[in-house]
């Protein structure tokens, strides 16, 4: 029925080429994006983590689908076991019992909208523990993840042309300090967090029968190395939609099946204290 009524309401929209952001995420999607989107089993909505109308998108969207279930990349495993019909009616009592604004994520008001918008959904958390983290960069992903790890793509090495790619985005995104001898090990923990959120969101689909969404950094829902390889290699039928987010001049880094833009919030720039 709620799948229906969504396909109703995109076949009203007007197509667009090219996505943009709008107040009404509807308005900025095409009817085909809309069916795609309420028709996938697992649908992944990505996001610059900071950026309010990332997160405003993310709300409509979750709010249209109704999924039966949420996996959070911000959350532990033992942080959405904290989840109660009750506290996730006032969001002080939810940031009180999730320890949010303590956790070093963007300031939790951005996201409370989110599990407000699907009251009835399962919420599961898919952050690795950080010494999880820590056990990969010494002892490698396959030891961490556990018997699995074949089934979810970890065991093989990446192409050289990616391994490289992704080593010059890690350094990037800790302004060119890692020795480079570290770069192949950040990229590791980076493929075992993808994993780890497939396997959460595989494990979400099984309990609850999606459709399942997943709130997630751009970079893990991209299409060519993010969740969706390691959701197709671990299951080959899963259907699978990946919504990017971008800014203007500069849309999400990777591919993606379709992708909204937002304005730019103000920020500082992250590498200043080592200039």
Known sequence: MIKNAVLLISALLTCHAKLTWASDVTEALSPEDMSNLASAEIVLLGERHDNADHHRAQTELVELLSPTAVVFEMLTEQQAAEVT?????????????????NSGWPDFSMYYPIFAAAPDAAIFGAQLERQASRAAMQDGVETVFGAQAEAFGLTQPLPKD??????RLQAVAHCNKLPADVLPRMVMVQRLRDAHLARVTLQALADTGGPVVVITGNGHARTDWGIPVNLHTANADVSVIALGQGEKNSPPVGEFDMTLTAPAPEREDPCAAFN
């Not at 019909?85 to 009180?96: C, G, P, Q």
């Not at 990616?162 to 080593?167: F, P």
């Open 85 to 101: 019909d009750e506290n996730r009616l006032s969001e002080a009592d939810l940031e009180k019992a999730l320890g949010w604004n």
């Open 162 to 167: 990616q391994q490289e790619a992704r080593e």
